[in-house]
T-cell receptor, first 114, second 113 residues
Framework: DGGITQSPKYLFRKEGQNVTLSCEQN?????MYWYRQDPGQGLRLIYY???????QKGDIAEGYSVSREKKESFPLTVTSAQKNPTAFYLC?????????????FGQGTRLTVV | GENVEQHPSTLSVQEGDSAVIKCTYS??????FPWYKQELGKRPQLIID?????GEKKDQRIAVTLNKTAKHFSLHITETQPEDSAVYFC????????????FGSGTRLLVRP
């Protein structure tokens, strides 16, 4: 699968540790997003970035941090402040600004706290 | 802000029957309504979308209808097949400066052979 790549596919974290999830895209998209998916719930927006060196909090940003130093990369750090981090994390990108274009998703990272 | 409600949460149909999933949204300015399909353990993928200047769009066995007055849109799958079994998400944009796409809670569709 080309386009947008997340790594690792599975990640285990001990309580109190920070972990960073990688997201890289070669689609030349300006906008990138991080979503969290829990069983029985929709996709909830954690952070998004419309352009390099700029990002905004989504609906559930507490306990997470991001950076957007390069257009291709939008890593997500899950900090120890996130009380319930076990979930499936999806990164997405879309061309240009605006939410009225197709979002392309990575294959996801399943994070488990042990 | 935009709210997207999706129903039903689960849907079981016999192979060959039709399936309908409905979403309502709150922001009357929303102008783009995509549907995503997520198979087990895989990424969500766009299957069809509709913009506010049309009322219906079809692509083979799937169709989406939009009622802007009532602020709802629906996904219709005809002649369902077992490979249609997946979780389906609707979405609508929040039409402020935040450029957020708001997703529904998902519908788990099971097509029984």
């Amino acid at each position: 699968d080309g386009g947008i790549t997340q790594s690792p596919k599975y990640l285990f974290r001990k309580e109190g540790q920070n972990v960073t999830l990688s997201c890289e895209q070669n689609l030349n998209h300006d906008a990138m997003y991080w979503y969290r998916q829990d069983p029985g719930q929709g996709l909830r927006l954690i952070y998004y970035s419309q352009i390099v060196n700029d990002f905004q909090k989504g609906d559930i940003a507490e306990g997470y941090s991001v950076s957007r130093e390069k257009k291709e990369s939008f890593p997500l750090t899950v900090t120890s402040a996130q009380k319930n981090p076990t979930a499936f994390y999806l990164c997405a990108s879309s061309p240009g600004v605006g939410a009225n274009t197709e979002a392309f998703f990575g294959q996801g990272t399943r994070l488990t706290v042990v | 802000g935009e709210n997207v409600e999706q129903h039903p949460s689960t849907l079981s149909v016999q192979e060959g029957d039709s399936a309908v999933i409905k979403c309502t949204y709150s922001d009357s300015a929303s102008n783009y309504f995509p549907w995503y399909k997520q198979e087990l353990g895989k990424r969500p993928q766009l299957i069809i979308d509709i913009r506010s200047n049309v009322g219906e769009k079809k692509d083979q066995r799937i169709a989406v209808t939009l009622n802007k007055t009532a602020k709802h849109f629906s996904l219709h799958i005809t002649e369902t097949q077992p490979e249609d079994s997946a979780v389906y998400f609707c979405a609508a944009p929040r039409m402020d400066s935040s450029y957020k796409l708001i997703f529904g809670s998902g519908t788990r569709l099971l097509v029984r052979p």
